[in-house]
């Protein structure tokens, strides 16, 4: 049992199964001929956007997980993602998926045809997970999917991603952004619990340390959001954006919580195959972790997180959402686990995050005694994290929830809702999967976890 599903009070299980059940009833009104469209507050679909790719990838990967915990009809919703991934979104001429189509087949057509690393992500993501679940057709989607990642996305110099192309694959923007970076981890770790290949596991290592032990360590554990083609930041991209929605102007304590969660998963895959997580993931991730808790919740003097900081940690966009609060209750949960001594994360890795020196030598009596000073700072931290969890999850009732399922996506300063950034309620995802992480263990990964569980 996880530590934090263990002890919290306010986030239970008979609240998250509750709200759990409301957002897979909620969410499945998304389904349209050619994917999933963007739902508007009442759960209708807003005609006047085009079906986007990243929607599609993403309910395609809800449903899959749905489908593995049993829920009525989740597997016909995620296997009509998956054909349409395989047939309406993919482009047949140049390879790789549209970023967004018509809604119906009769007039389908590509309304967006730039190619875009983020939302191919999410391909590899829904194809991981759907193969997982058994979906038909989904293996072959996956094998598609990596191929490309292979041919097209990787930038074996860099060892990152690119952020998008044209078309043809001929053109690429002269951006490189860590957002897109950040998701093909996460599908890298799903495409190796899919696969069992261990060098996406190896590149998403490579990734998460580049971006964490070298970016956030020698930045004050603030992660740098943008950069050009050699991989300088700009430190002034989308000055005058502070409020995009994929990539605005200054850090995202957000986008820490998320690094740290899936530095985590990273380092226990790695465990399980190899007996030890690497030493500076537990260290680093509870330090990315502070330092987003410390720029983000009550920045402003108000409860909430706050989506972006300036270089001093001040505020820009004061704007709350939900997906950050869901990414902070699904990084305390996973790294109260860690903190634990669960996913292969040892006694050392554990007092090096707590700032204790271990050194553990011959002598059994000093041995004894340093686990007990580790066991004792652990589970003081241990003790914070569930805190938090119930703190953000009573906020979450008391603010975002308008009843279980049911989530606004943006609050204003006041805690008022707002929808100058996301208006309406597109996105299942990260609401899904952090009601889904205190039954799993840190690894694997969610479909995996599942289906394991089973």
């Not at 204003?412 to 952090?434: E, F, I, L, R």
Request: charged share 25%.
């Amino acid at each position: 049992m996880t530590a934090v599903r263990q002890n919290a009070q306010q986030f239970s299980s008979q609240a998250r199964e509750e709200d759990l059940k409301g957002i897979l009833d909620f969410a499945r009104k998304a389904k349209v001929e050619t994917g999933f469209g963007y739902l508007n507050s009442d759960g209708t679909v807003d005609t006047s956007r085009p079906v986007e790719l990243w929607i599609t990838c993403r309910m395609t990967h809800v449903y899959a997980l749905a489908h593995l915990q049993g829920y009525e009809g989740a597997a016909e919703i995620a296997k009509h993602g998956v054909d349409s991934l395989r047939g309406p979104f993919h482009d047949e001429e140049y390879g790789g998926w549209y970023s967004a189509i018509s809604h119906e087949l009769q007039d389908l057509h590509a309304v967006d045809e730039r190619k875009a690393a983020y939302a191919h992500a999410f391909v590899v993501l829904a194809a991981s997970s759907a193969t997982i679940a058994g979906i038909e057709g989904a293996r072959e989607l996956l094998d598609q999917a990596l191929s490309n990642q292979d041919e097209r996305w990787w930038e074996a110099g860099a060892e990152k991603v690119y952020e998008s192309f044209d078309r043809t694959f001929t053109q690429t923007e002269a951006y490189r952004g860590v957002n897109a970076n950040m998701h093909t981890t996460e599908c890298y770790l799903a495409a190796y619990d899919a696969t069992d290949d261990e060098k996406w596991l190896a590149r998403a290592l490579g990734i998460l340390q580049w971006v964490i032990d070298g970016q956030a360590r020698n930045n004050n554990w603030r992660i740098p959001e943008h950069y050009d083609p050699n991989w300088n930041v700009i430190g002034d991209y989308n000055i005058d954006k502070p409020k995009d929605p994929f990539r605005p102007y200054g850090y995202t304590p957000g986008h820490g919580l998320e690094w740290a969660r899936l530095a985590l998963h990273a380092g226990s895959q790695w465990a399980q195959r190899h007996g030890d997580a690497p030493e500076w993931i537990l260290p680093a991730a509870r330090a990315l972790f502070e330092q987003a808790i410390a720029d983000g919740w009550h920045a402003d003097g108000q409860d909430g997180f706050v989506y972006t900081n300036d270089d001093d940690g001040q505020p820009v966009a004061r704007e709350r959402m939900h997906w950050v609060l869901c990414e902070a209750l699904g990084a305390a949960t996973v790294l109260a686990d860690a903190l634990a001594g669960e996913g292969g994360y040892t006694a050392q890795q554990r007092a090096a995050a707590m700032g204790m020196e271990a050194d553990f030598d011959s002598d059994r009596g000093k041995n004894l005694t340093l686990i007990g000073e580790i066991e004792e700072e652990t589970q003081d931290a241990i003790t914070q994290l569930v805190k938090w969890c119930d703190l953000w999850w009573d906020y979450a009732q008391s603010y975002l929830i308008e009843k279980p399922g049911h989530w606004y996506h943006e609050l204003d300063h006041n805690n008022q809702v707002s929808t100058v950034t996301w208006p309406g309620k597109p996105d299942a995802y990260h609401v899904v999967q952090c009601l889904l992480l205190p039954d799993l263990p840190v690894a694997p990964t969610f479909a995996r976890a599942l289906r394991e569980a089973k």
